[in-house]
């Protein structure tokens, strides 16, 4: 445990030396907002943080052009953490999610490691994770293999609230398409079949499904096509829904639902239907207890507190699939009033600023040192993976 402490006490006073650069790093992403799949700027900008600071750098990785995969290797095997950095902003919006703070958490919560890395057994990651927030690009790294060689993957998100384990939900975003026959609406309306009907049947169903519906159901809708003018009888008319539930099982079922009641209502109106995803869906996030529970402690120990918000319904997020293939934290952090919400104009302001600072150096020592935890302790993997497979 000796050990343990100046471990502890090497990594803790590296961070310190290391805030400037933390800062920084977050500050020039924040100011030079790119959307997913464009973040060339921020993605370089961090990579070479990790390159300067002797990080073997792979990019791209997993076919997207915007993606990192950078590697500090120990003196042998054992745990393979990555810390997995997001740095994708929202249009005009600029950094309304914060990820200018997650791509400086994850990236120096790594870089923490060049002063220790030679006394461990195991191998630091961080992950350059693009387009969150339209790609799913986690889900896309995960399918082509990149997270194949990570035990488990760590990140922090700043919010309105600090909570050590928060529940997104499962979701999944629908097209549907209906198609009929076009008439003349006044002249010979009985020649046409109207596929706008069949489209505004579909939303009286859903909203009928929501009476019985559990309260972590979401099934927002709009009409994206209803036809051209009134006087011609429909032929097309086409819909979207976002659908979400607490969990993917309550997910799925949502979204056989959902068809169920469009075929329902072709048949009743004589149109056909078909649908598609858009996008990829997220699934929720599995919790590991364990990894949980080391970080609060970490958090707290550096000085942070536990500021749990109102309990609000969330959105989801594209760890939830990484979570289902390993051990996952994802904490959010307060760095906003609890009436600023994430995707506002006031939050783009509360990414960046003393507050949103002095959290940003928190994240990066809490991270580095839950991560140390299990380097130390490569038997706490095992618990971590029999928690998520239960
Ligand atoms: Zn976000």
Known sequence: MANMNSLRKKLLSHIDSLKKEIIAASQYIHANPETGGEEYKSSKRLMDDLSSHGFQV??????????????????????????????????????????????????????????????????????GTPGEENLGGKIILLKRGVFKDVDASLMTHPGNETRIEPKPLASQPLEFEFRGK??????????????????????????????????????????TFGGERPNVVPERAVGQFSCRGADYEELKDVVFRIKRSAKAAALSTGTTVTWRNLGPGYKDLKACPVLAALFEKNWKSVGGILEPGMEEGKGSLDIGDISYEMPCLHPFIAIAPQNVGNHTMQFTECAIGKRAEKQLVLSVNALALTALDVLVNPGLLKQMKKDIEQ
């Not at 923490?112 to 961080?126: H, Q, T």
């Not at 076009?182 to 489209?199: C, I, Q, S």
């Open 58 to 127: 792979t990019a791209p990785v997993g076919g997207m052009k915007t993606a990192f995969k950078a590697r500090l290797k120990g003196k042998g095997k054992g745990p393979r953490i990555a810390f997995l950095a997001e740095y994708d902003a929202l249009g005009s919006l600029g950094h309304a999610c914060g990820h200018n703070f997650i791509g400086a958490a994850s990236t120096f919560a790594g870089i923490a490691y060049e002063s220790i890395i030679r006394e461990l057994k195991g191998e630091i990651l961080v992950i």
């Open 182 to 223: 076009p008439a003349h609406a006044a002249a010979a309306p009985w020649k046409g079949v109207n596929a706008l009907d069949a489209l505004i049947q579909l939303f009286i169903s859903v909203d009928q499904m929501r009476k019985q519906q559990h309260y972590t159901v979401r099934t927002p809708g709009i009409i």
